[in-house]
């Protein structure tokens, strides 16, 4: 059993036949809508998926990748809805605009489970995710201990990139870790830019801020592939040993933040769990068993990745 990703709605409408049944044999079909699958988390929550399933033998996986437009990402929902599929999960791409078609979802009688980004409402059977309030305060704290480390006071110039804007993961990797900073009147983030999760637009953001900023101490990316941009356009210009680059997701395998940590280019990651192992268990559950009641929400925690640890952790999450 394969993988089916649909860059187009009228392909899930000739596949789903397909979905339905197999050499007479009752199969199981899980929607996802993913999304954006450019982004190399969402790739490798899509990779891990199909393997999970996969295991299961008796279930047919359908993705639909919505390219980071809500419109498109509704529609396809709305696809996935008159198929009525067993399992619809839902990676939202903003909050508000998801949060009506995934009701409509639940009033049709389709379980949902809501990965990773909350909605506005609960229109979800559960919601499963993990803490990036808590990341954005272990970011915070990595920050302050690095500039005290350097200067042997908490102080210096910090670079801040931004995914995007209205997600809940930013907000709360934002407001975490400036719920720290906000404590040191000495570290000041000097530039913040949005580069919409990105490693081309963080390189082009980091770019005009070198230009602009001749000190910078510490640049924290709210994802890894922003982070490793600026790595990048500090290092066309020559500056890359003059500050220190700290991201989010620690992905495993050789493009991920995790290698990334023990090539040097960042000084630390955060591992931000896939939640998809969750997703599956849940959603197996839910599957076979009628009278399972899942929890309305999972919180699952993330770990700092240092040097100290990379090395361990990449053997740990490369699959």
């Known amino acids: 059993m394969k993988k089916v990703v649909l860059p187009l709605i009228a392909v899930l409408a000739l596949l789903f036949p397909a979905c339905r049944k197999t050499e007479g044999a009752k199969k199981f079909f899980v929607a996802f809508s993913q999304c954006n699958n450019a982004e190399p988390y ?7 998926m199909e393997k999970l399933f996969q295991e299961k033998g008796d279930v047919q996986l359908v993705i639909a990748d919505a390219q980071q437009d809500n419109s498109k990402q509704i529609a396809q929902i709305e696809t996935f809805i008159r198929q009525k599929p067993d399992l619809l999960i839902v990676a939202p791409n903003e909050r508000a605009p ?8 639940m009033a049709a009688g389709i379980p949902v489970i809501c990965l990773e980004r909350d909605i506005t409402q609960p229109n979800y ?7 990036n309030l808590a990341i954005g305060r272990m970011a915070g704290q990595f920050i302050v201990d690095s500039l005290n480390h350097k200067y042997s006071k908490p102080q210096g110039k910090v670079v801040e990139i931004r995914g995007l804007l209205g997600v809940e993961a930013e907000m709360e990797r934002y407001n975490g870790a400036h719920d720290v900073l906000k404590a040191y009147p000495n570290i000041h983030v000097v530039h913040e830019a949005v580069a919409d999760w990105l490693q081309s637009n963080a390189r082009e953001r980091m770019l005009e ?13 709210h994802n890894d592939p922003m982070a490793v941009g600026a790595y990048l356009a500090a290092h066309d210009l020559g500056r890359e040993k003059q500050m220190i680059f700290v991201g989010v997701d ?6 991920g933040g995790v290698k990334k940590v023990m090539d040097g280019v960042l000084a630390a990651t955060f591992y931000y769990p896939l939640c998809v192992d969750k997703a599956v268990e849940v959603g197996d559950q839910i599957l076979r068993d009628r009278s399972f009641h899942a929890e309305k929400q999972y919180i699952l925690q993330p770990q700092l990745i240092t040097p100290d640890n990379a090395s361990a952790m990449y053997q ?4």
């Not at 059977?125 to 803490?131: K, N, S, Y």
């Not at 620690?250 to 493009?255: I, R, V, W």
Request: net charge neutral; glycine share 14%.
């Open 42 to 48: 969402r790739a490798a929550q899509n990779q891990l």
């Open 98 to 105: 998801l949060t009506e078609v995934m009701g409509r979802a």
């Open 125 to 131: 059977t559960t919601f499963i995710g993990a803490d």
């Open 209 to 221: 801020i070198l230009r602009a900023q001749p000190e910078i101490d510490v640049v924290y990316g």
């Open 250 to 255: 620690g992905l495993g395998g050789p493009a």
């Open 316 to 319: 740990k999450l490369t699959f």
